[in-house]
């Protein structure tokens, strides 16, 4: 069984940085893809960013490109992502989420291609 732990969230003013951490245990996840996902209240779950198995090729929404970085440490099992110059829009609860195996090195933009899934973490921009 894969549990993935959030943290890093919290509020910030608009402008201000957060990086967000996912660490997994149970299983590595050096074998698969990872994303980070959000959801705001009334909206539907939106991917951020996603990130293949080594790192190497990454996907980010158009909304957080330039802003967001994700990122990988697979000698400790986690993912991350890192956020500056964040805007109120930016304001949701954020999951990451993972695949145990991606036979290929590329990442995954659908959330019906992860398997696993965090509790979530708020993030809160004011303006």
């Known amino acids: 069984q894969v549990q993935l732990v959030e943290s890093g969230g919290g509020l910030v003013q608009t402008g201000g940085s957060l990086r967000l951490s996912c660490a997994a245990s149970?299983?590595?996840?050096?074998?698969?893809?990872m994303g980070w996902f959000r959801q705001a209240p009334g909206n539907e779950r939106e991917i951020v960013g996603a990130?293949?198995?080594?790192?190497?090729?990454?996907y980010y929404a158009g909304s957080v490109k330039g802003r967001f970085t994700i990122s990988r440490d697979n000698a400790k099992n986690t993912v991350y992502l890192q956020m500056i110059n964040l805007k109120p829009e930016d304001t949701a609860v954020y999951y990451c989420?993972?695949?145990?195996?991606?036979?290929?090195?590329?990442?995954?933009?659908?959330?019906?291609?992860?398997?696993?899934w965090g509790q979530g973490t708020q993030v809160t921009v004011s303006s």
């Open positions: 990130i293949s198995r080594s790192g190497s090729a990454t």
């Open positions: 989420a993972a695949r145990l195996v991606s036979y290929s090195d590329v990442y995954y933009q659908s959330s019906g291609d992860y398997m696993y």
């Open positions: 149970g299983r590595t996840l050096s074998t698969g893809a």
